[in-house]
């Protein structure tokens, strides 16, 4: 494959081009899902082709394609979308220096996933599902196991030549209570399929799934009979599994440059952020947050991006303070910089665009009791159920599955159903008294964030401790 | 990309490596070639052309499902033997529904050759050079301008072979003025000469013009007149969690219970017709059943509900031909017609003392699906009509409401109708005018 890539990285810069690369992805996946102890879908998937980004007088052009017999042609096809572009920019692109690197990364993983027989992995949901059923009074439970693995080539004129073998896994489980007019769920250890890392079969292993099987069941049904959330100002502590979406909506993205550039405008829309405002308060002087990519086991996690751009760690928020922007190496010249390795793509057929690595919230040093104790009057919300936020990042709103009550410094025993938080980007972070410690840092796995046109879904992570936050707008029903 | 001789002569290869199993083949090809822009200039420009091969492999009370791009013989071979093997893994479980058979070949080709040529690369470039030097000074363009051509093919060990084969444009222009203030506007479209794209940017550019300095104004309970975008927005929701039987026998759906109940006001009637020349058929399913039409909201009664074969098996029916191939989320309708009312939107501003008028939403969720309540945000030009008039813009808002609630608050539908982006293909709706409409929340985006 070397030979055949720098063959034709070769053509294209005796045609002319000023820079080219190509990349080369593999990817093999496997879903599990199973209800209410049936499998509902096992399947695996293959995706296997290459992209080739061509920069030519100064404009990009971007040819995909699985017909490695075609490459050449594919090629050909790229600079002509180059060179239709032109005319039409505003100005030519730039892209920022790098070195040329040949190199091999591999995500370190103690059992392979896709070794593992698949019936052992039915058994594991099958064995969690039973104890739900066995734990309440259900309507339904679920069960999801996601492997992943890609073999990539990154190539270019400059000489790079990178291989990567990227592994993830995940699962979770959930549980559906319901009544007449009413369902409730509740997940573990996070909604929307549970919790993913880059990591081998371990991970799921230690999800210990059928140990919480029950807990989960049971506030399922527990929710049924529970009030409805109060609508007001609270003060709230937001576990991980929730504030894992706060931080991807409220931080991750305000900072992609691309955004700030308007080349989202469009679609996902812009930020409230510009290229001026560093130093911005962003947060309280508790809220430190970085963009790391390095960190073993974040679903962000990578030895180099889709630029051939080796991964960093990055200060984002440093004391509450913005600090840096994540970029790539056709948006990092905009502000004066070199990229900071962000620019990925989600597959061989897309270009590649900013997207978050791993951002997250540096532990603080609170207790968890702590951060309880410092609440005469709140809620303790846990497990995103919904999310959405402006197209400049600025107004969000949350669901979660459950609010736990807090009076006088302490969980009462009490939960609430159906809360909804609210609240505009940096008032909110800014109300941040308190970040747990280290001891409650846990690391969350997105693997559906959607960006771009043709839409891509990025895997990303986020790291946090529960943390407070003081007068939070909760529930709407007082709106009038 | 595969012709439909190619593609079938690809699927009876599949269907022959998995001889003596109840098997399905779908071949789904698109060669799509869009242009970003933003700043008034080009910013991304690709090419994708892709083709993905998923295998069905059935048992008595079992299944397994492959995909793969890889469509030579060998990688098709090592496929259907991972189908297989995945089979034996699987325990046994809830009885499979059988595969389509008996129903008549489907061969639609809508493919147009003149739309292709008008629309590529370089006519692209052409089109959005034309279109940014028709905008004033201090205005600028963001969107993209794209064409794609789709060929999904089927086949079955039942025997049944389907193909459809079509092409499209899509446009969305959004214009931002220096100045704060944005508008927008969508096109899609089937047919060469169909597709008008200054139109489409002067309308967008128009918004932008009448979007600025925005008034705030307080959340609660206020009086709207959606447009077209707007509707499509939460018709879209309500096709997810609603009209999807999947979603009834789970229980999350808002009809869960309600079925042939009042649950809309009278004048309110959605039907999913892929039939309709507005919304780009796609006349079977991913299973191979035909599509049906349905009658999903009859005069603001809960009629029929969308099954794929599983839901169908597990309520007695027979399939209505709305797979898209995802189990866990059932069948979904994808071409969502809502029928006209009898005022124009300009009789509906006027008739309007106070209210405001909504171009789209964006970044819509689901907060509650049981009672079918949403949230999400105006974008690109909220307006405010005073005396039947508009006077003024206001700033952005959030909304957080229910779909019950507001579907039978509706004062008025409008008797034009606009094509809105759907999940495959487009949805038909009218403007409509709602009374005490739910914004929670308040913004600078």
Known sequence: MKERLSAVLADLSQSGVEYADIRVHDIVEEAISTENREVQDLSTSRSYGYGIRVFADGALGFAASQEFDRIGETAERAVEIARATRPVQRKPVQLDRKEAIVDHYSTPIEIDPFEIPREEKLQLLFAAEERMHESATLLRTEGNMNFRREEKIFADTDGSYITQLLYESGGGISAYAASEGDMQQRSYPSSFRGNHATAGYEFVRDLYLVENAARTAEEAAALIEAEECPSGYFDVVIDSSQLTLQIHESVGHPVELDRVMGYEAGMAGESFLDPGMIDFQYGSEHVNIVADATIPGGLGTFGYDDEGVPAQRVDIVREGRFRNFLTSRDTAPEVGQISNGTSRADGWGRIPIVRMTNINLLPGDASFAELIGGIECGLYLQSNKSWSIDDRRLNFQFACEIAYEIREGQLTGKIFKNPIYTGITPEFWRSCDAVGDESQWQMFGTPNCGKGEPMQVAHVGHGSSPSRFRHVKVGVSDVE | ?445
């Open chain 2, 1 to 445: 990309m595969l012709s439909k001789e190619e593609a079938y002569d690809l699927v009876d290869h599949i269907l022959s490596e998995a001889e003596g199993y109840t098997a399905r083949v779908l071949v789904m090809s698109e060669a799509e070639g869009l242009t970003r822009y933003a700043n008034s200039g080009i910013h991304q420009n690709v090419f994708e052309d892709t083709t993905r091969i998923t295998i069905t492999i059935s048992g008595e009370d079992r299944r397994s499902r492959v995909s793969t791009t890889t469509c030579d013989r060998e990688g098709l071979r090592a496929a259907v033997a991972d189908a297989i093997e995945n089979l034996e893994y699987l325990p046994h479980g809830e009885k499979q529904p059988p595969p389509v058979r008996g129903v008549a070949p489907i061969s639609l080709d809508r493919y147009d050759e003149d739309l292709e040529r008008a629309f590529d690369v370089h006519q692209r470039a052409d089109h959005l050079k034309r279109a940014f030097g028709s905008l004033a000074d201090g205005y600028r363009a963001y969107g993209q301008l794209s064409h794609a051509e789709n060929r999904i093919s089927f086949g079955n060990s039942a025997g049944v072979r389907h193909f459809a084969r079509s092409n499209g444009v899509k446009l969305s222009s959004l214009i931002a003025s220096d100045a704060g203030g944005s508008g927008y506007a969508a096109e899609t479209s089937e047919r060469a000469g169909e597709a008008d794209i200054p139109a489409a940017f002067s309308r967008a550019y128009e918004k932008a013009r009448l979007n600025r300095d925005q008034e705030e104004i307080e959340p609660g309970r206020h009086t709207v007149i959606l447009e077209p975008l707007a509707v499509g927005n939460i018709l879209a929701f309500m096709s997810f969690i609603g009209f999807s039987a999947k979603a009834v026998q789970n229980q999350l759906s808002f009809l869960t219970g309600r079925e042939d109940e009042q649950v809309f006001d009278e004048r309110i009637t959605i039907v999913d017709d892929h039939t309709d020349e507005n919304t780009a058929s796609l006349p079977f399913d991913f299973e191979g059943y035909p599509r049906q039409k349905l009658t999903l909201v009859d005069s603001g009664i809960s009629r029929d509900f969308a099954y794929d074969a599983a839901t169908a098996e597990a309520d007695g029916v027979p399939s209505t031909g709305h797979s898209v191939d995802m189990p866990q989320r059932g069948a979904i309708p994808l071409h969502l017609v809502m029928e006209a009312g009898d005022t124009s939107t300009e009789e509906m501003i006027a008739d309007t003392e106070d209210g405001l008028l909504v171009t789209r939403f964006h970044y819509m969720n689901v907060v509650n699906p049981r009672e079918a309540q949403l949230t999400g945000l105006t974008r690109d030009g909220v307006f405010r009509i005073r005396d039947g008039e508009i006077d003024g813009a206001v700033k952005n808002m959030r909304f957080t409401d229910s779909v019950l609630r507001a579907l039978n608050s509706v004062a008025a539908i409008s008797s034009e109708r606009q094509r809105t982006p759907g999940f495959f293909g487009n949805f038909y709706v009218p403007a409509m005018k709602i009374e005490d409409f739910h914004f929670t929340g308040k913004t600078d985006a």
